[in-house]
């Protein structure tokens, strides 16, 4: 049986990692903290899947978003042991307030030196976010003299 492919988006906010607690009632991972994910079916691009999951996950269009980059894709283990396939994603906003499904029951914006302070991750959450070169990124104030980025959504 070949593994699962799914998207996995971790979105980002002024250097502050997004993660979203699964909820109660969901199959897989309930009660987790979690990135957005979704499955890959073999008519979707994973560029369309991940963009269609952040919208639905997060009410966060492709016009919000600064820019959104495919990195590597892993194979990881799910809490059940099955193997999933992940086309990696990250994906950078402006907006802070998200609008979220029935997926997940709350959010939080965090600084990936302090990921490991939320119990109860799924087990491969951390693999994903270091793949995306998240992990060390050291936070820092924007310049305000600086103009925003415009950033260039592929």
Not at 28 to 47: A, E, M, Q, V, Y
Not at 116 to 122: A, M, S, T, Y
Not at 130 to 150: H, I
């Amino acid at each position: 049986m070949s593994a699962q492919q799914e998207v996995a988006v971790v979105l980002t906010w002024h250097d502050k990692v997004g993660l979203f607690k699964r909820g109660r009632d969901v199959e897989s991972n309930p009660g987790k903290w979690h990135c957005i994910t979704g499955s890959l079916p073999d008519s979707r691009s994973p560029f369309e899947r991940a963009c269609q999951e952040l919208y639905e996950q997060t009410g966060l269009g492709v016009a919000d978003l600064v820019d959104i980059v495919e990195g590597d894709g892993l194979t990881v283990a799910d809490d059940a042991g099955q193997e999933r396939h992940l086309r990696t994603f990250h994906a950078s906003t402006t907006r802070r307030r998200l609008v979220l499904n029935g997926d997940h029951d709350s959010y939080r914006w965090v600084l990936p030196s302090r990921l490991g302070r939320f119990d109860g991750r799924v087990d491969w959450l951390d693999r994903v976010v270091g793949s995306l070169g998240l992990s060390s990124r050291r936070t820092s104030r924007p310049d305000p003299l600086q103009p925003e980025p415009t950033g260039n959504v592929q």
